[in-house]
């Protein structure tokens, strides 16, 4: 398989953008809302856009400057000028709408109506709060960073948020469920992600310190049949388990009929079984 490796010299800023963009993905999407100094309100999606620090809570985006002709967007200079933002999460039922939002507006233009999205009033900020958003931060500018002064370059903006707000039916347990907030992110050109049903899984957390891949024996690392996936599952035990595991009926009697039950058991997370039919594989079946 060949390997293309490009030097960001070599491209337009544009060529740079696309690459990114596909490559660093899928990201959340920040429905970012503002408010100017004469107060029109403002409301546009960013994808260059994390949560970095939890105490205090930090979150960033990146408004850029237009790499067709280096200026700023609205976003930008509201922000900058007020120190204030919220950041709505973009849900699935919100999609087309964040996409009219994201249109070149001119000056003076409130894009809620243009996109049919409700403002309501923040508890600590000035700019609106997006009805519609089952999870929104108002936020303070923390501190504005310039990464760069030409066409294309990035304008990050870290705010603090003050205030979260949650829709009640987004937590599942205590905590906020996936499909039940059924948030969208941004893939490369005009694909996007849908982040929930089977599009989500768990992987439960390394317990302790794992065994680790190179302490798998040489028999189960060479082999044809396991994936990286399954090695990996298999390298996320505590250690290695009882070798002298009981054969039972039923059992494949060769190399590779062992190697496929074990993934089968590995893909229906019955990890214990998994081991015994390793410990077979390993003594030599
Ligand atoms: C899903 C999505 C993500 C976007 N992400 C960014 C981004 O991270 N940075 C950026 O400068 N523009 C981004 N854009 C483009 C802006 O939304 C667009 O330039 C918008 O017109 C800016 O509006 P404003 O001038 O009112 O701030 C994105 C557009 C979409 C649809």
Avoid at 133 to 157: D, I, W, Y
Wanted: charge should be negative; aromatic fraction near 6%; glycine fraction near 10%.
């Amino acid at each position: 398989m060949g390997v293309r490796t490009i030097l960001p010299a070599d491209l337009s800023p544009a060529e740079v953008n696309a690459l990114l963009c596909g490559g660093v993905a899928p990201r959340p999407i920040a429905l970012a809302s503002t408010i100017s100094q004469d107060g029109i309100r403002n409301l546009s999606p960013f994808s260059f856009f994390n949560a970095f620090g939890s105490n205090p809570p930090m979150v960033a985006f990146a408004p850029n400057r237009r790499a067709r002709d280096g200026s700023v967007k609205h976003t930008y200079l509201n922000a900058v000028a007020t120190g204030e933002f919220v950041i709505a999460a973009v849900s699935h039922a919100m999609l087309h709408p964040m996409n009219v939002a994201s249109a070149e507006w001119p000056d003076g233009v409130d894009e809620f109506p243009k996109c049919g999205l409700t403002p309501l009033p923040a508890r600590i900020v000035k700019p609106a709060l997006v009805a519609e958003s089952p999870f929104q931060m108002e936020c303070r500018l923390h501190q504005e960073v310039a990464l760069g002064s030409g066409p294309g370059s990035g304008l990050l903006l870290i705010g603090e948020v003050v205030a979260f707000h949650a829709r009640e039916d987004a937590f599942v347990d205590g905590l906020l469920h996936p499909d039940r907030l059924d948030l969208v992110g941004r893939n490369g050109g005009t694909f996007y992600t849908r982040a929930s049903g089977a599009a989500v899984f768990q992987v439960p957390k390394p317990a302790g310190r794992p065994l680790g891949y190179d302490a798998l024996p040489e028999v189960l690392r060479t082999s044809r049949i396991l994936t990286g996936n399954d090695l990996g599952r298999l390298a996320n035990s505590p250690g290695l388990p009882d070798l002298a595991a009981a054969r039972r009926p039923g059992d494949p009697g060769d190399a590779e009929g062992l190697e496929r039950a074990l993934q089968a058991a590995l893909a229906a997370d019955h990890l214990e079984e998994a081991w015994r039919l390793a410990a077979l594989r390993i003594r030599g079946a």
